[in-house]
């Protein structure tokens, strides 16, 4: 198949592979390379990637999973919304497992309220032109992946003049999560493996200041196998010969100034918020998104009176410390046994693109368990 087979050919992985060790002898020190997005993080436990790979490198996952950085309290918000007898409220089928400080979406359907999972915004403009008896709101989140798509669907509501329709907006910028990340005295990180999908719409160029300001080598990387080998190598690269810049791997998706259109789309409907409260990483100023004003008549914050309240993370829970990198899913103490997949507690477990979902879907937890039995066997 042609563009994928390209990226997964075993040959081409392994003189990655003895390229990435030549450069390790070379450093002669362990390096901490965070993998920002949560899809890369999916496709490096898929594809074994972190297992073949020599022990001085060291994966960090970071915060780019957006159903996981949803903080408790927006949930609450959304199931005070749906609990409207008059309304229908749509999401993402990641987001309905998530849990808030009672209950998640999907039990609050269970329980007579009126959600749907549809896979895009437009699915949801569509139910309200369907029932123009209710009203449709949109639990829109994510990165700037899947903002275009909501602002368009606004724009699109807009043009048709379809009332009954608004967005509770959730969505959340990756450029604060990282400086905030940066600024964590707790994280050393060497470099980052930048976000493609996200890239893919905001371009190279907003991460200038990581390599300016911080001094940190970062490449956008796509999710293939022979991709993430790549951009490990040329995050090597740039380590070895001391340098430090934003580097494009996924140059056959991602350009230097991003998706124009899109980005007009979003600037056109949407403001960026003072603060907004992520999990695990507390109040970022500037990291979210509102609708604007002029837009008034879709935002769901205008159209109903919502708790809006911050809600502690479950004690035993560590998702917090996971999104910042500063843990490992299994050395959280509920990880696979109180929470699993069937039972989550924090939304690490619950999403695709979850750091725990991953490594308890492909077995890492199991790995890593039978190291800690060897290691602990006296010699």
Not at 350 to 357: I, Q, R
Request: contains cysteine; hydrophobic residues 40%; proline residues 6%.
């Amino acid at each position: 198949m042609k563009y994928v087979d390209e990226f997964r050919e075993p040959q081409k992985a392994v003189a990655l592979l003895h390229e990435i060790e030549r450069l390790c002898h070379q450093l002669a020190q362990p390096i901490k390379i965070m993998e920002v997005c949560g899809g890369h993080t999916h496709s490096i436990f898929k594809y074994g990637i972190e297992e073949i790979l020599p022990d001085a490198i060291e994966l960090i996952h970071g915060p780019g999973c957006p159903v996981c950085v949803m903080p408790k309290g927006r949930l609450d918000d959304a199931i005070a919304i749906c609990e409207n007898p008059h309304v229908i409220l749509a999401t993402f089928g990641d987001a309905m497992r998530v849990p808030g400080s009672k209950t998640s979406l999907l039990q609050a359907k269970a329980q007579g309220a009126d959600i749907r999972m549809v896979y895009s915004p437009l699915d949801s403009l569509q139910i309200a032109k369907d029932n123009p008896d209710k009203e449709v709101v949109f639990f829109a989140l994510g990165f700037e992946t899947t903002a275009p798509s909501t602002a368009f669907t606004i724009l699109q509501a807009a043009a048709e003049g379809i009332n009954n329709f608004s967005m509770f907006c959730n969505h959340v910028l990756v450029i604060p999560a990282l400086a905030a990340l940066l600024d964590n005295p707790d994280l050393q990180l060497d470099g980052f493996i930048g976000p493609g999908h996200v890239s893919m719409v905001i371009g190279t160029d907003p991460y200038q200041f990581i390599s300016q300001q911080y001094h940190k080598p970062i490449v956008i990387s796509g999710f293939e196998p022979i991709d993430i080998f790549q951009s490990i190598w040329m995050l090597m690269q740039q380590l070895v010969e001391n340098r430090c810049e934003v580097e494009n791997q996924y140059n056959r998706v991602v350009e230097k100034t991003g998706n124009e259109v899109a980005i007009a789309a979003m600037n056109k409907v949407f403001a960026v918020r003072e603060n907004f409260d992520w999990r695990g990483l507390g109040d970022i100023p500037y990291s979210g998104l509102k609708i604007r004003p002029e837009y008034a008549q879709f935002d769901a914050e205008q159209k109903f009176t919502i708790p809006n309240l911050k809600v502690a993370d479950h004690k035993a829970c560590q998702c917090g410390e996971i999104l910042k990198g500063v843990l490992k899913p299994w050395q959280c103490k509920v990880f696979g046994t109180a929470c699993t997949p069937e039972t989550p507690i924090g939304t690490c477990m619950v999403s695709t693109e979850g750091a725990c979902a991953a490594y308890y879907k492909y077995g890492r937890f199991s790995q890593v368990a039978q190291k800690k039995v060897v290691s602990a066997i006296p010699i």
